[in-house]
């Protein structure tokens, strides 16, 4: 599955998805970065986005922790772009803007034993299809 990437922002932010205008908009803003060292494929993918609009993001922290970025943002010390997919399941109190007009994607892939036996695993296949 080829998933987009979305801005994630604090709920009081100004810009939102119907404001979304170009992502070289955001340039000043803090950034919060997957690792470098622990995630250097999205590392690497968030780099190129914003290289593409061009400018050099100015990095406020770094995470290997999804839900730890959504609680900087929700703070209000950066914002962040993450895979879309990231955001389901997560209720913190930030806002997504997916990037829909941008070249750059990521690969979602699930494994699975054929013998799993697990009821849940039906239900987050028809999730992960259904995403797709």
């Keep these: 599955h080829q998933d987009t990437f979305s801005l994630v922002l604090p709920k009081h932010h100004p810009m939102n998805k119907a404001s979304f205008e170009a992502v070289k908009k955001i340039a000043n803003e803090p950034f919060i970065f997957f690792s470098s060292d622990d995630s250097p494929f999205y590392y690497d993918l968030i780099m190129g986005i914003c290289e593409d609009h061009g400018f050099q993001p100015k990095t406020f922290h770094k995470s290997v922790n999804a839900l730890t970025i959504y609680k900087l943002v929700e703070e209000g010390l950066g914002i962040a772009i993450v895979p879309t997919a990231l955001q389901y399941g997560y209720k913190e109190n ?39």
């Design 94 to 132: 930030v806002k997504f803007v997916e990037l829909t007009h941008i070249a750059q994607r990521t690969e979602l892939y699930m494994i699975w034993k054929d013998s799993n036996r697990n009821p849940v695993l039906k239900n987050v296949l028809d999730l992960f299809v259904n995403k797709g």
